[in-house]
C-alpha cells in the first residue's frame, strides 16, 4: 500500500491531515475552494507540488456542484477562486503556475464559440484531474534521471549515502515525491546504503513525514537532529545531498524549506555535490534571482510549541521564516522530469523543453 497524501474520485476529495502524523492518520474532505484555501494554509496539506494538485481540485470539487448561466461568469469564477487559491501561501510557485495555466485555459474556452458550457466544463476539469497522474510521472522521471546522476560518480557499483532535508515525498505530491523519488529509485536499484533525513524544525516535516515514509517503505535511515549536519558529512561519508524545491529562479537560485541554504554551504565546504529535486512546475522564469523571491513567514507558535506543550520561554521573540534561498553556485544539479541541468543551463533548456 503507497502512501497518499490526496484521496480523489467522484468529486470527492480527501486529504491526510499531516498536523496529526505520524501519531494519527486521518483524511479530511476537502468541499470546495473555502477548504483547499484553509488545509493548504494550515499546512494539513503541504509540499510545492501537493499545494497546486489540492487547490486545483478543490476547484474542481466547487465546479462540478455549481451551476453557470454562461461561459463568461464561469471563467469570472475560475478566475477569482484561482488567484483566490494562490493567496493561500507566496513561496511554492506551484500553485501560481498552475493558475496562470488553467486562467488561459478558461479564456480560450470562453472565446471558442464552437465550445458551448458543458464542453467549457468538462474540458476544463479533466485538465485538472490530469495533475495527478502527471505529478506521478514527472516523479518517477525525477527519480530515474537523479538516481542515474547521481551514480555517475561513484566508481564501481558501490551504493550510496544520500542526506535530505524536509519532506519531499508521497507527503508532498500526488505520489513517490521529487528528492525522496531520487532516493526510492536508488534504494529499487539497489544502490541506497543509507539516507539521513533531518527533522526540519520548527515543523519537523523530516521527524514526522519523512521518516514515516521511509519506515513504511523499509529504507534504511537515520534520523539527525538539524544541527548535526556537519557532523555526518565529517564522519559518514556522504556522497550527495538531494533536496525538494518550492520555486526555483531562472537562475537556478532556489527556494527550499529553512536550513536548505545552511546545508548547502556544508555540503561545499565538505566537497559534496548538493541537488535540488524539483519538476518544471516549480521553475518561476518570470524572476530572475533568488533576490525576487517571497519567503514565508509562519506564526511564532510553531517554534515555542510542540502541540500544546511550550518549550520556548514566554516572552521571547520569535523569527520564523518558513524557507530560505540556496544560491546557483551552491547547486551542483537541479534534477527534474527533463532530465538533470547545471543552473546556467536552465534558462536555455526550460526554454526549449517546456511543453
Ligand atoms: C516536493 S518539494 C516540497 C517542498 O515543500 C516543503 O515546504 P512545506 O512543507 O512548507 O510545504 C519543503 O520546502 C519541500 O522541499
Known amino acids: ?162 542526506l535530505t532535508h524536509c519532506n519531499t515525498g508521497s507527503l508532498a505530491t500526488a505520489g513517490y515525491g521529487t528528492a525522496l523519488g531520487v532516493i526510492r529509485t536508488l534504494h529499487s536499484m539497489k544502490r541506497l546504503e543509507h539516507v539521513y533525513c533531518t527533522e526540519t524544525r520548527p515543523y519537523n516535516q523530516g521527524a514526522r513525514l519523512t521518516a514515516y515514509e521511509l519506515v513504511h517503505d523499509k529504507i534504511p535511515a537515520t534520523l539527525i537532529v538539524d544541527s548535526m549536519v556537519a557532523a555526518v558529512m565529517k564522519h559518514r561519508n556522504i556522497n550527495a545531498v538531494v533536496v525538494g524545491a518550492d520555486r526555483v529562479a531562472a537562475n537556478g537560485d532556489t527556494a527550499n524549506k529553512i536550513g536548505t541554504y545552511q546545508i548547502a554551504v556544508l555540503a561545499n565546504y565538505h566537497g559534496v555535490p548538493f541537488y535540488i529535486a524539483a519538476p518544471f512546475t516549480s521553475i518561476d522564469m518570470s524572476i530572475q534571482s533568488g533576490d525576487h523571491i517571497v519567503i514565508e513567514e509562519r506564526p511564532d507558535r510553531e517554534m515555542t510549541h ?24 551552491l547547486i551542483a544539479g537541479i534534477i527534474t522530469e527533463k532530465g538533470v541541468f547545471r543552473p546556467e543551463q536552465l534558462k536555455e533548456q526550460f526554454a526549449l523543453l517546456n511543453h
Open 1 to 162: 500500500m503507497t502512501l497518499r497524501a490526496i484521496k480523489y474520485d467522484n468529486n470527492n476529495l480527501e486529504i491526510l491531515d499531516q498536523l496529526l502524523l505520524p501519531a494519527q492518520s486521518k483524511y479530511i474532505q476537502v468541499k470546495g475552494v473555502e477548504d483547499g484555501w484553509k488545509v493548504i494554509n494550515k499546512m494539513q496539506v503541504r509540499g510545492a507540488p501537493a499545494i497546486a494538485i489540492v487547490g486545483c481540485l478543490s476547484l474542481a470539487v466547487d465546479l462540478r456542484t455549481e451551476k453557470y448561466d454562461s461561459k463568461k461568469q464561469m471563467r469570472q469564477e475560475i478566475e477569482g477562486k484561482l488567484n483566490y487559491l494562490v493567496s493561500s501561501r507566496p513561496t511554492a510557485v506551484n500553485m501560481k503556475i498552475a493558475a496562470e495555466e488553467l486562467i488561459n485555459l478558461a479564456n480560450q474556452l470562453s472565446n471558442d464559440e464552437k465550445v458551448d458550457l458543458q464542453t467549457m466544463k468538462s474540458n476544463f476539469l479533466k485538465t485538472i484531474e490530469d495533475m495527478l497522474a502527471k505529478d506521478i510521472a514527472d516523479n518517477t522521471a525525477i527519480g530515474d534521471y537523479g538516481a542515474k546522476n547521481i551514480l555517475l560518480r561513484i566508481s564501481g557499483d558501490s551504493p550510496v549515502r544520500i
Open 306 to 329: 510542540v502541540g500544546e506543550h511550550r518549550i520556548a520561554a514566554k516572552g521571547i521573540s520569535c523569527w520564523n521564516p518558513a524557507f530560505d534561498v540556496t544560491p546557483a553556485s
